[in-house]
């Protein structure tokens, strides 16, 4: 509810609801039209959202670098080891069991179930086409991933220090 509120407290106080309720008026109309509406419509659904999806990640990158200060300004002040994804030997013993279990958790699920990763896979017409399939995906998602990785970035250098977010989920 904290991403919906600048939205929905303007809808819902005025009426006399309270945002929860609002949130479930909204969530209970989304299960009636998709269980009345069908698969296209869900397809549909989903389509929309995807695109806003990519656009809202769009349109966050540049405006996050510009709060930053720029690219030199966003280089300068990230610290080395926000880059870092694989730890080395003398940073710490890596991988813990913590670390194996978020794994799991995080990219099996996505791995097995994403349905934009399966239809690469099992469309392609050889074992080859699929892996074509599925590296020209990864050459599309992986940079439009750092449309959503930076602007968190740049948001945990910009409300660092003195400038620390009471609720750090209203960062957007």
Not at 149 to 155: D, H, N, T, Y
Request: hydrophobic content about 50%; overall charge negative; proline content about 6%.
């Amino acid at each position: 509810s904290t991403v919906l509120q600048p939205i929905t407290v303007p809808l819902a106080e005025p009426n006399g609801y309270s945002v929860y309720t609002l949130v479930v008026i909204v969530g209970l109309g989304v299960i009636v039209y998709c269980a009345f509406s069908g698969l296209v419509a869900v397809a549909y659904t989903s389509v929309i959202q995807s695109f806003l999806i990519i656009l809202g990640g769009i349109v966050l990158l540049p405006l996050t670098i510009k709060e930053v200060g720029g690219f030199a300004a966003f280089a300068e002040k990230t610290p080395d080891h926000y880059f870092v994804f694989w730890k080395t030997a003398a940073d710490a013993p890596w991988p813990t069991y913590l670390d194996v279990i978020m794994f799991i958790f995080v990219g099996m699920p996505y791995w097995c179930t994403s349905q934009y990763m399966l239809q690469r896979s099992f469309a392609g017409r050889s074992v080859r086409d699929a892996s074509k399939g599925l590296i020209l995906a990864a050459l599309l998602t992986g940079p439009l991933t750092l449309s959503y990785l930076v602007p968190g970035i740049c948001a945990a250098t910009i409300y660092s220090g003195e400038n620390q977010l009471a609720n750090t989920d209203s960062v957007l």
